[in-house]
C-alpha cells in the first residue's frame, strides 16, 4: 500500500514498507540527499528533517508515519534560489566544516528561531542539544544562530 505525504510543497508517494526508516525513503526514492544517515541511532541529528513542522530524526522516523503529514527537508528551506536566513549566516560565519552536520542544524535552528525568535546563548546551545558535529568548538554556529535572529 502506498505511503502518501506531501514534500517541500510537492505530493509524493512511496511504495516502501511502513517500517522503513523516513530517511531512506526521502534518499534512495525522492532523491533527496539533504538529510544525512550518519549514526542512524538517534545520536547526531545529522537527519533532522521537520514533520509537520517540528524536528524528528528521520532515521528513526518510520516513514508510515508520514502517511498525510507534511515533510520539510533542507533542500526544502530555500526559496526561490535564495538561502533561509540560518543558511546564509552559516555561509558568513564560515560554520560548516565538513557539512554532515549543517542540514540537520539548519532544520532544527530553523524551526528554534520560528518559535524563539530573541534567543539568549544558552538557549540556542540547548537547541542544538540533539545535535553533534565533529569539526568545529560550535561557537561559529552558536554565532550564526545568534546573528540570524537579529537579521
Given at each position: 500500500m502506498p505511503i502518501e505525504m506531501t514534500v517541500n510543497g510537492e505530493p509524493r508517494r512511496s511504495l516502501a514498507e511502513p517500517m522503513t526508516p523516513l530517511i531512506d525513503v526521502l534518499r534512495d526514492e525522492f532523491h533527496l540527499t539533504g538529510a544525512k544517515p550518519?549514526?542512524?541511532e538517534g545520536f547526531c541529528g545529522a537527519c533532522t528533517v521537520q514533520l509537520d513542522?517540528?524536528?524528528?530524526?528521520?532515521?528513526?522516523?518510520?516513514?508510515g508515519l508520514a502517511e498525510g503529514h507534511?515533510?520539510?527537508?533542507?533542500?526544502?528551506l530555500s526559496?526561490?534560489?535564495?538561502?533561509?536566513?540560518?543558511?546564509?549566516?552559516?555561509?558568513?560565519?564560515?560554520?560548516?566544516?565538513?557539512?554532515?552536520?549543517?542540514?540537520?542544524m539548519v532544520v532544527t535552528l530553523t524551526h528554534f528561531l520560528a518559535h524563539t525568535?530573541?534567543?539568549?546563548?544558552?538557549e540556542v546551545?540547548?537547541?542544538?542539544?540533539?545535535?553533534a558535529c565533529r569539526c568545529t568548538g560550535y561557537e561559529r554556529i552558536v554565532a550564526a544562530a545568534l546573528d540570524a535572529a537579529g537579521a
Amino acid at each position: 500500500m502506498p505511503i502518501e505525504m506531501t514534500v517541500n510543497g510537492e505530493p509524493r508517494r512511496s511504495l516502501a514498507e511502513p517500517m522503513t526508516p523516513l530517511i531512506d525513503v526521502l534518499r534512495d526514492e525522492f532523491h533527496l540527499t539533504g538529510a544525512k544517515p550518519v549514526c542512524r541511532e538517534g545520536f547526531c541529528g545529522a537527519c533532522t528533517v521537520q514533520l509537520d513542522g517540528a524536528p524528528v530524526l528521520s532515521c528513526l522516523t518510520p516513514a508510515g508515519l508520514a502517511e498525510g503529514h507534511e515533510i520539510r527537508t533542507v533542500e526544502g528551506l530555500s526559496a526561490g534560489g535564495r538561502l533561509n536566513p540560518i543558511q546564509a549566516k552559516f555561509a558568513e560565519h564560515d560554520a560548516v566544516q565538513c557539512g554532515m552536520c549543517f542540514p540537520g542544524m539548519v532544520v532544527t535552528l530553523t524551526h528554534f528561531l520560528a518559535h524563539t525568535p530573541r534567543p539568549s546563548r544558552d538557549e540556542v546551545q540547548a537547541a542544538l542539544a540533539g545535535n553533534a558535529c565533529r569539526c568545529t568548538g560550535y561557537e561559529r554556529i552558536v554565532a550564526a544562530a545568534l546573528d540570524a535572529a537579529g537579521a
